[in-house]
RNA sequence: GGCUGGUUGGAGAAACGGUUAACUCACAAGCCUUUCACGCUUGCAUUCACGGGUUCGAAUCCCGUACCAGUCACCA
């Protein structure tokens, strides 16, 4: 008889019916050897985890409940580093973030990094760049860290660990020594039996495995992985809540699932219940692909004895591919990745708003009324979420980024469109730079107002409309073949353009020099009205419009440009004459 | 195959049992216009996947069918 036969022994155990954690009392005798399989599972535990020497309270101490406003909600983005941001992943966080913000709360990211197979290297960090150059930038993440880190689940395994242990020593979970030929055979078994595949009653064959046959399979060191040792039945169902999709029933899940692999990490679903208990999401956001699998991750929880968090499964982008809408492929889809529109220039604000437009079916109308207001005025509701996955309509994409570009003040899409090039087209920004007042003065042309151009729905869009506007670019235009109408005589061109010449009147403002070029136009032979020529063809050589073409396209090199009155002022006298000089001496050669 | 979710025009969608099914994008025609872009006007679902039922009345409620999507791993 020791000293220690007498004392007290306190631990926790969680109720049978609550669930909840309970603080036990009993002697050491009893605890030691009063009850059999608990010491059994004692010293699985033990032989599993021997170096692990904490336990759920002390993780509960290092990671508290977050002070928050009542109704504030934790939420997260979890991406696998398996390749860049896809478009799917920015609308997740996109959603997620403005869920937390909107409500006072927290968003943070978590590297899943427990696929050790699938890993590309680097790319969680390209996710966090991503998401931040379209303004999405996370309370706590695997670069900034955070007080519930670590971020990355390869680095949290000290967590798991503890809780896998819990779970054996409450007999909430027991190793599995079947390799994948004993499953695959199982499953063929099942298939031909027509019952349904898993591991679960009856097929679950190492829960019966006696606990002393456990333990000395475990010293001898034969691998295994751990299993969630399930309390459900196939027969029952459960009612089911999703924030977005509302309620429903699902049966119940019945299968031991693996909650540790092999490599000793955990599974997603394992990860999901420690991390999201310990990093104290509130709210869990993910692909609808995870609906199914809701039924595991409320009985885990519940196992634990854990507050669940609420779910909300966010529809998938969709793409119409030969007659069926699938998921977008970051495979066959170049638009499936954020870099794309990047790389294409898209302004974040107008990729932002057409994300919104799938996320909230009322935002369009808001943003109607709102033309101007701040986007993220907009309140998200889970309510106003198509249930059914959108289709990717990248005209829609175009159309809205037009509007959203039309209304930056000309500093602004100065300042941008150069941050752009500066990224991915240096000889449009080496151009922009050359003389910053130069472009300036170019993207003021018929800004503001009450409709203002809508000429770029992108930034790539802008330097080849405006490129002529540069000699060296112009020189190019000039070296090809030049658009003039070909049943115009070349004299006749000459002599417009000699015309016009002889007096630019850029000094005169904008509807005095039309009036002048019109009276230009009829002193050449050309009718100052499209209205009059096409009553009489015959008597012109064209109207005012193909007049002002003839002098478009000497100046310009093309048929086509922005309002040319400013065209010309912003290029100036000098360098009108000499284009014009120089498209002359081309006509005569 | 089992289970779960979904189905309104080319796309995103509104509509909460009550006359001719909003709105945005796309498309088409016309107007405006020195070009382009913008803007304006008009057109674009005789019908809400299909079949049946309830009702004075159905896209809306009920039943059945079809189709689409997700899931059923030591992947997330």
Redesign the pocket.
């Known amino acids: 008889m020791n000293k220690g036969d007498f004392i007290p022994f306190s631990f926790w155990k969680r109720h049978e019916k609550s669930g909840k954690l309970v603080m036990i009392m009993i002697s050491y005798i009893q605890y030691r050897y009063g009850v059999n399989q608990m010491n059994l599972n004692q010293e699985i535990a033990n032989a599993v985890f021997p170096s692990v020497t904490r336990n759920l309270t002390d993780l509960e101490r290092i990671y508290p409940a977050r002070s928050l406003p009542v109704n504030a909600m934790v939420t997260r983005f979890?991406?696998?580093p398996?390749g860049f941001l896809h478009t799917g992943s920015l609308f997740a966080s996109l959603c997620s973030w403005r869920y937390a913000k909107q409500s006072g709360g927290v968003f943070f990211c978590r590297l899943?990094d427990?696929?050790t197979?699938?890993e590309i290297s680097g790319s969680g960090n390209q996710v966090l760049v991503e998401l931040a150059k379209y303004g999405i930038i996370p309370d706590e993440d695997f670069v900034s860290g955070g007080a519930y880190g670590p971020y990355v689940?390869s680095e949290r395994k000290f967590i798991y660990d503890v809780v896998i242990k819990d779970m054996l020593e409450n007999d909430l979970a027991y190793p599995?020594f079947?390799?994948?030929e004993d499953?695959d055979a199982m499953?063929r078994k099942q298939e031909i039996l027509?019952v349904?595949?898993?591991?679960y009653g009856e097929y679950a064959v190492c829960r019966l495995i006696p606990k002393e046959q456990v333990l000395a399979k475990i010293k001898n060191g034969d691998?295994?992985?751990i299993r969630f040792k399930s309390p459900g039945n196939q027969a029952h169902?459960i009612l089911?809540t999703d924030l977005i999709?509302?309620s429903?029933?699902?049966?119940e899940n019945d299968q031991d699932?693996?909650i540790m692999?092999?490599?000793g990490?955990?599974?997603?679903?394992f990860?999901h219940l420690v991390d999201d208990h310990f990093m104290r999401s509130t709210v869990v956001t993910r692909g609808?692909?995870?609906?199914?699998?809701l039924p595991i991750h409320l009985q885990l929880f519940d196992a634990m004895g854990w507050d669940r968090p609420k779910y909300a499964h966010l529809?998938?982008i969709?793409k119409?591919d030969e007659g069926?809408?699938?998921?977008l492929s970051k495979r066959k889809d170049p638009e499936a990745a954020v870099s794309f529109f990047l790389k294409a220039g898209y302004p974040f604000e107008g990729f932002l708003e057409y994300l919104m437009?799938?996320a909230n079916?009322?935002f369009?109308?808001w943003r109607?009324q709102n033309p101007e207001a701040n986007i993220f005025d907009f309140r998200l509701s889970f309510d106003?979420m198509?249930?059914?996955?959108?289709?990717?309509?990248l005209?829609?994409v175009?159309?809205?980024s037009?509007?959203r570009l039309?209304l930056f003040s000309t500093g602004t899409i100065t300042e941008k469109a150069l941050e752009w090039a500066k990224l991915y087209q240096p000889d449009f920004a080496s151009v922009i730079e050359s003389d910053i007042s130069y472009f300036h003065a170019i993207m003021a042309i018929?800004r503001g107002g009450e409709?203002?151009?809508?000429?770029y729905a992108k930034y790539s869009d802008i330097f080849p409309i405006i490129d002529f506007m540069y000699d060296q670019y112009y020189d190019q235009y000039m070296k090809g073949e030049l658009p003039f109408n070909p049943n115009l005589a070349k004299t006749v061109i000459i002599n417009v353009l000699n015309t016009y010449n002889a007096e630019p009147s850029l000094d005169l403002g904008?509807s005095e020099w039309?009036e002048k070029?019109k009276s230009m136009a009829t002193e050449c032979g050309f009718s100052p009205?499209?209205k009059e020529y096409k009553k009489n063809k015959e008597a012109f050589y064209g109207?005012?419009?193909d007049f002002?073409?003839i002098i478009?396209i000497s100046v310009s090199g093309k048929?086509?440009?922005?309002?040319?009155?400013y065209i010309l002022k912003i290029l100036g006298i000098e360098k009108i004459s000499k284009r014009i000089n120089k498209t002359i001496a081309l006509l005569k050669e």
């Open positions: 979890a991406p696998s398996t899943e427990t696929d197979k699938r689940q599995c079947c390799t994948h499953l499953r027509k349904n595949p898993g591991y691998s295994f992985v169902k089911i999709r509302g429903f029933e699902m049966t699932i693996v692999k092999g490599d990490l955990p599974t997603y679903h990860a609808e692909e995870w609906m199914a699998s529809p998938d969709m119409l069926t809408r699938r998921k437009t799938i079916t009322n369009e109308a109607l106003k198509t249930l059914d996955g959108a289709l990717f309509d005209e829609k175009k159309s809205i037009k509007d039309a018929e409709k203002p151009r809508k000429d904008e039309f070029l009205s499209v109207h005012i419009g002002a073409e478009r048929k086509n440009t922005p309002n040319f009155y």
